[in-house]
Nanobody, 126 residues
Framework: QVLLVESGGGLVQAGGSLRLSCAASGPTYSIAAVGWFRQAPGKEREEREFVAAVTWIAGNTDYADSVKGRFTISRDNVKNTVYLQMNSLNPEDSALYYC????????????????WGQGTQVTVSS
């Protein structure tokens, strides 16, 4: 089973930036894509919102409209790490951010990603 560990969360002022990392270990050859999802305060687990995804081999990317132009997802296949660079953050971006590994590309639904990290908290103050 692929293991994922997120890092890089924290407290930042509105307009600031953060870079999240997602380190993968185990059978990474089985990964087709890695996605970032977020769970806003007061939301249930089932309401995790798709943020961005990158395909493991080709590096193709996909973004939610709410973050397009502000967030950039990338991956380093040598380090088995996926990054989420977040710029121009606003309070609505505050959430617990998860990375997840999926066996298919092009998926935005959380249930299509079987492997999840523990999450990293991002808080944006106004």
């Amino acid at each position: 089973q692929v293991l994922l560990v997120e890092s890089g969360g924290g407290l930042v002022q509105a307009g600031g930036s953060l870079r999240l990392s997602c380190a993968a270990s185990g059978p990474t050859y089985s990964i087709a894509a890695v996605g970032w999802f977020r769970q806003a305060p007061g939301k249930e687990r089932e309401e995790r919102e798709f943020v961005a995804a990158v395909t493991w081999i080709a590096g193709n990317t996909d973004y939610a409209d709410s973050v397009k132009g502000r967030f950039t997802i990338s991956r380093d296949n040598v380090k088995n790490t996926v990054y989420l660079q977040m710029n121009s953050l606003n309070p609505e971006d505050s959430a617990l951010y998860y990375c997840a590994a999926g066996l298919r590309v092009g998926a935005r639904e959380a249930f299509k990603y079987p492997n999840w990290g523990q999450g990293t908290q991002v808080t944006v103050s106004s």
